[in-house]
């Protein structure tokens, strides 16, 4: 006993008495432990956060070929500097989407730390949401298994669009959505969604720690986000579906409003810039 009291002695400032190695009362280590894993799950959530608030204004941007395939030219002229000079800087876009895909990238790595290891800690992890039965927890389930199959599906996503800027747009984006399987486009979009959403609602709960009141609130709002959200995308996704159809018979990668057209085809918008007027594609 005493050879044990003595190799643990030296990691306190003081000598322990026998009411602190017995009850654990008072310990003061000398050893302080490392501050690390604290500031990468500040890592996680801060990219976390940023991708989720970002899920809102991806989904703004390509639900606007709902409103016409001019208006999704528009916007991606907009985030390549088109209106600037009447180019489109396609590395401009290959930043943005960049930017983009080192948070991905970090998000994944700093989270990949809490997936288990093996079998046995993915039984346990299991076990551990059957017996408690809460709602949170099962929610955190819900986000691990998308964070699974997301990690798998968003890379393959992100890729082309990094390497390939000049094929986003309406007919380049609706013929990848064409090409594609239909049921991994929906299953992408469902996985994003509901693990961004109850991300968001997990970083509230961690950080904001909120009453239990404002919990059920939480809940409810995460649930209506997550259905507005996949519906949303849905039809956005069957909007890129038809223009992938209609570049597909016509034989064209790029759209062309029909204002930059030669001949033109159709008048300038009263909001284009005199500028940019008479340069065409």
Same mark, same amino acid.
């Given at each position: =006993?005493?050879?044990?009291?003595k190799?643990i002695?030296h %990691?306190?400032?003081?000598?322990p008495?026998?009411?602190?190695?017995?009850d654990g009362?008072d %310990?003061?280590?000398?050893?302080h432990?490392?501050?690390?894993?604290a500031?990468?799950?500040?890592l996680?959530?801060?990219?976390g956060?940023?991708l989720g608030?970002f899920l809102?204004c991806?989904?703004?941007?390509?639900?606007?070929i709902? &409103?016409?395939?001019?208006?999704f030219?528009?916007?991606?002229? &907009?985030?390549?500097?088109?209106?600037i000079?009447?180019?489109?800087?396609?590395? =401009?876009?290959? /930043?943005?989407v960049?930017?983009?895909?080192v948070?991905?990238v970090i998000? @994944?790595?700093? @989270?990949? +730390?809490k997936?288990?290891s093996?079998?046995? @800690?993915l +039984?346990?992890? +299991?076990?551990?949401?059957?017996?408690?039965?809460h709602?949170d927890?099962?929610?955190?389930?819900?986000?691990?298994l998308?964070?699974?199959? /997301?990690?798998? &599906?968003?890379?393959?996503? =992100? %890729?082309?669009?990094?390497m390939?800027?000049?094929?986003?747009?309406p007919?380049?984006?609706?013929?990848?959505?064409?090409?594609?399987?239909l049921?991994?486009?929906?299953l992408? &979009?469902?996985?994003?969604?509901?693990h961004?959403m109850?991300?968001l609602?997990?970083?509230?709960?961690?950080?904001?720690?909120?009453?239990?009141?404002?919990?059920?609130?939480? +809940?409810?709002?995460?649930i209506?986000?997550?259905?507005?959200?996949?519906?949303?995308?849905s039809?956005t996704?069957?909007g890129?579906?038809n223009a992938?159809k209609?570049a597909?018979?016509?034989?064209?990668t790029?759209?062309?409003?029909?204002?930059l057209?030669?001949?033109?085809?159709?008048?300038?918008p009263?909001?284009?810039?005199e500028?940019?007027k008479?340069i065409?594609h």
């Amino acid at each position: =006993m005493a050879d044990d009291f003595k190799d643990i002695s030296h %990691l306190y400032k003081v000598t322990p008495t026998a009411k602190t190695i017995i009850d654990g009362v008072d %310990l003061t280590e000398t050893q302080h432990k490392s501050h690390a894993y604290a500031w990468v799950d500040v890592l996680q959530s801060g990219t976390g956060l940023i991708l989720g608030l970002f899920l809102f204004c991806h989904m703004a941007f390509t639900s606007s070929i709902l &409103l016409g395939k001019d208006t999704f030219w528009n916007l991606v002229s &907009l985030t390549g500097g088109y209106f600037i000079d009447g180019v489109d800087h396609l590395w =401009m876009h290959s /930043l943005f989407v960049g930017v983009i895909f080192v948070l991905v990238v970090i998000h @994944a790595i700093t @989270a990949l +730390r809490k997936f288990p290891s093996n079998y046995k @800690a993915l +039984r346990t992890m +299991r076990g551990h949401v059957k017996l408690l039965r809460h709602g949170d927890t099962t929610w955190w389930w819900f986000q691990f298994l998308t964070g699974v199959v /997301l990690t798998a &599906l968003v890379f393959p996503h =992100m %890729l082309p669009m990094l390497m390939n800027p000049g094929e986003i747009g309406p007919y380049g984006s609706g013929l990848e959505v064409y090409n594609s399987w239909l049921w991994v486009v929906y299953l992408f &979009l469902i996985v994003t969604e509901v693990h961004g959403m109850i991300g968001l609602y997990r970083l509230c709960m961690k950080w904001c720690g909120p009453s239990n009141a404002t919990r059920v609130l939480l +809940r409810k709002i995460t649930i209506g986000l997550i259905i507005f959200m996949i519906a949303l995308g849905s039809f956005t996704i069957m909007g890129y579906y038809n223009a992938g159809k209609e570049a597909a018979e016509l034989g064209k990668t790029h759209f062309v409003p029909g204002y930059l057209q030669t001949p033109q085809t159709q008048p300038y918008p009263s909001w284009w810039p005199e500028r940019l007027k008479g340069i065409s594609h």
